[in-house]
């Protein structure tokens, strides 16, 4: 059973950063699509980033371009989230999310969930 667990959230100042953690377990890890997405209260949930199963490619939000950055380690079933210049606007919970194949961006698509990691961003 695929289970995904982010860590790494809190509370930071504007302009300040972050590193988000997403530990995969559960099933083969080297294979699926990954992607970090967000929530903030009242609002919908947005994309953010997403990462190709070789980590070769990688996808922005416009919110997310230049300031964050997404990467993984197919030996360490882990994906992280990079989060450089942190804006109130970020202020969120953070999921992390995974998907076999589909097409790309497929934002859509992601069909495993983590529990979240709240990010506050404070001005």
Known sequence: QVHLAESGGGSVQAGGSLRLSCQFTGDTFRDKRMGWFRQAPGKEREGVAIISAP?????????????????????????????????????????????????????????????????????
């Open 55 to 123: 980590g070769l490619t990688k996808t922005y939000a416009d919110s997310a371009r230049g300031r964050f950055t997404i990467s993984r380690d197919n030996a360490k079933n882990t994906v992280w989230l990079q989060m450089d210049g942190l804006k109130p606007d970020d202020t969120a919970t953070y999921f992390c999310a995974a998907k076999i194949g589909g097409t790309w961006p497929g934002w859509d698509e992601y069909n495993y969930w983590g529990q979240g990691t709240q990010v506050t961003v404070s001005s």
